[in-house]
């Protein structure tokens, strides 16, 4: 399948915005080459959008699909929304450069805009990040592009990969989920590709959703939930606060385990699922014991080492 330039527009960004760490964050080289970054806008027709910063604070988007699109406006503004360019973090960055945890790391992160994701493949991205160090869970989540999902060719990039469509992954064997390396999670991903298929679940109006409903299916918890309403729905209120973020917050806050989730809401309030997401990329990701003693020796930004894999640099490795 290749897909064509159909379109092209800008924009100008505002002051707090980064394209660069906006689209380095937790990405393939498939999406971000290091100047260009390709943008699924549907992953289903499907239509992709291809964005480089021209000129300080000027935006080119070029849209490529495999027709001619009849309502631009429409596929526009879900770009500009899903890069996070209108969004105001100026409450955020007034709690930011006020904690203790995440303050040293405002100058170098400040700007970045967690990219949304379709509904679907939030909720895979939080499957594979299921009992699962970064490196793992964002080797299977390549393994899913690779292997399951669909190959395409875009005018002016090349070869890249678009997820799996759910009726896809109905479709697969257990023997070929496995050589994603899902395990046990290869259940989680039939059950949530059944919700879908079923119209449980769907990518329309996905602010609709409750934790609840997406909890109930089978083999998604609550982390996994709040993990894909935020990257989804930008439902910052919620706090996928897992086993690593409860054992930083207690060592940070000097609070019990226990009470972790708590303290983070009381300090981060409406952006605690924000909060959560940046300070993955603040300490790099690190396994629990290299990011307790960064905290302790109050190494606390992202440390951009070469040869080391890190939310801001996956794009480079994978």
Known sequence: ??????LTKYVDLQENFDFRLTASAYNFSWFFNGRKLLHIVDYKEPIVAMIEEIKPRKLKI???STKKLTNIEYYFEKTI???GITEDLDEFYELWKKDPLLSPSLKHLKGLHIRSSPLWVSIIIGICQ???SFKQGWKMLSMIYKVLGR??????WGVTYLPPLPEDILKTSLETLKICGLGYRSN???SVARAFTSNILNEDNVHRYSEDAISKIRGIGPYTARLALVLSARRYELAPIDRWLKRIVSEVYKVPQNEAEK???RRWHRWSGLAAVLTTIALDAE????????IRKRILHPILTKGKITPLTLWQFI
């Not at 190959?151 to 002016?156: A, S």
Request: hydrophobic share 45%; charged share 25%.
């Open 151 to 156: 190959r395409v060719n875009v005018e002016e």
């Open 81 to 83: 929304d899903s890069l």
């Open 287 to 294: 396994p629990i014991s290299t990011a307790l003693m960064r």
């Open 188 to 190: 989680a991903l039939l």
């Open 130 to 132: 299921q009992n699962a």
């Open 263 to 265: 303290e983070w809401k």
């Open 1 to 6: 399948m290749k897909l064509h330039r159909v």
């Open 62 to 64: 070029t849209f490529c």
